[in-house]
């Protein structure tokens, strides 16, 4: 089956925009987690949506959200850009959560200058 | 508060030398702990969890709650175990939450 996908890819933008990337998960998940990776600080969960609902945040300020759509589909929007934000956005699917095994998307590489 | 703890950065090891990449883990309830393991150029991806107590390509590792540790091993390292090792905790009442630790990037010299 289709593994996760993550669009777009890559990603360059400016201080104050606002972004949206997407994610695919695979068929029959309903679990979609959204992770920041970045070489200082690792990877560090933003939220974790289920069944269209968010059922856990991390620490991150209010301009990072998000929202699942009901194909579980899911979007992550950062608003107000900062050169913070440039990082690698991972995305994962898992079918109910806790205890079964996340399923990595590629990620999408956000730059922000 | 959940946190996972990986002490070491990088690790260097020559082929055929025995790996443990550490892990300890900070939670009050009963956690699940998982192994994901990144090879360059590709994705992040589950090596092992606690749960299953099973040996992936040579891996093991053995949860030790008296300790809270979460130690990967493996005896005979081999060039294609080079890769970003994560440990992750999933925990917390209402959901999923899987935090992960810093990454122990391993080297196997030839």
């Known amino acids: 089956k289709a593994g996760v996908t993550q669009t777009p890819r890559y990603l360059i933008k400016t201080r104050g925009q606002q972004v949206t990337l997407s994610c695919s998960p695979i068929?029959?998940?309903?679990?979609v987690s959204w992770y920041q990776q970045t070489p200082g600080q690792g990877l560090q969960f933003l939220f974790e949506y289920f069944s269209e609902t968010q059922r856990n945040k991390g620490n991150f300020p209010g301009r990072f959200s998000g929202r699942q759509f009901s194909n579980s589909r899911s979007e992550m929007n950062v608003s107000t850009l900062e050169l913070g934000d440039s990082a690698l956005y991972l995305c994962?699917?898992?079918?109910?959560?806790?205890?079964?095994?996340?399923?990595f998307g590629q990620g999408t590489r956000l730059t922000v200058v | 508060a959940q946190r996972v703890t990986q002490p070491e950065k990088l690790l260097s090891v020559f082929k055929g030398a025995p790996v443990e990449l550490k892990c300890n883990y900070s939670y009050s309830g009963s956690p699940e702990l998982f192994w994901y393991v990144q090879y360059s150029r590709q994705r992040l991806q589950l090596l092992l969890r606690?749960?299953s107590r099973e040996s992936i390509k040579g891996f093991t590792a053995d949860l030790n709650k008296g300790e809270t540790s979460f130690h990967l091993k493996k005896p005979f390292a081999q060039e294609e175990d080079s890769a970003m090792y994560y440990c992750a905790l999933s925990g917390g009442t209402g959901g999923f939450k899987t935090i992960f630790g810093a990454g122990t990037r391993l080297f196997v010299k030839a």
């Open positions: 606690h749960i």
């Open positions: 994962a699917s898992s079918s109910t959560g806790k205890d079964t095994e996340a399923f």
């Open positions: 068929s029959g998940h309903r679990s």
